[in-house]
């Protein structure tokens, strides 16, 4: 009845629709809805939009990945001493473009990657594992860089060693945000090529190299500032 009632001509009606109160009300009501309703979604595109769970890897893939590039023998450890003869060589000479080659060369990295993992997920097998290789990598790195330093015939301290042996706040900040940024690559189905930008970015190798440079030229205050 309501309903033929209101599809009556406007003079026909029994009432005014839009004085009822009832109807009115109704109304604000619906449009109200309308605009949560919109807004819902424009809040939900956007979580999907930038949702980390798009092409995410599955945790067993991702911890199968970690575990084989933890390991520091063989020819991961040659790549090591060669990756930090090639750093070394470009603190000696100043050359930004061999260092950064040095860093994309080094699989410093993995150790790294791997204890960071542990720690999240509270495999503590896999932390002891990562530690491990860790502490042989800076080893064999610092005997590697101390050796070529003491035979080097060029001594001079370059502005690219200077800047390894004092830290700030801005290299926390590298480190952090580099760090997060290989955690998301990583746990990616399609890797991209963020990995390399990180292990630019976070510079693992140069302090290394000047902390061997420290110890081959007995200036303590360059090998514990790197």
């Known amino acids: ?107 410093l990295m993995g150790p790294i990657v791997g204890a960071g993992f542990a720690l999240a997920i509270f495999d503590f097998d896999l932390l002891k594992k990562s530690g491990k290789n860790l502490l042989i990598a800076t080893f064999v790195s610092l005997l590697v860089s101390t050796i070529y330093f003491f035979i080097s015939p060029f001594k001079e301290t370059q502005s690219e060693l200077l800047a390894r042996t004092s830290p700030n706040i801005y290299d926390v900040m590298i480190a952090f945000f580099g760090g997060l940024v290989g955690v998301i690559a990583l746990t990616r189905v399609e890797k991209g090529n963020p990995i390399p930008g990180v292990a630019i970015a976070t510079a693992l190798m140069p302090p290394l190299c000047t902390a061997g440079y420290g110890l081959a030229t007995a200036n303590f205050s360059y090998f514990f500032g790197a």
Do not use: Q
């Open 1 to 107: 009845c309501i309903g033929l009632v209101l599809n009556l001509p406007p003079e026909n009606k029994p009432w005014n629709v839009t004085c009822n109160p009832k109807l009115r009300l109704y109304k604000h009501l619906t449009k109200r809805r309308k605009s949560l309703l919109l807004l819902y979604n424009m809040i939900n595109n956007f979580f999907d939009f930038i949702s980390l769970h798009t092409g995410e890897e599955k945790k067993e893939k991702v911890l199968e990945n970690i575990k084989s590039n933890i390991s520091f023998r063989g020819s991961n450890l040659w790549i090591l001493a060669c990756a930090i003869v090639i750093a070394s060589v470009g603190l000696n000479v100043n050359s930004t473009a061999v260092i950064i080659g040095a860093m994309l060369i080094s699989p």
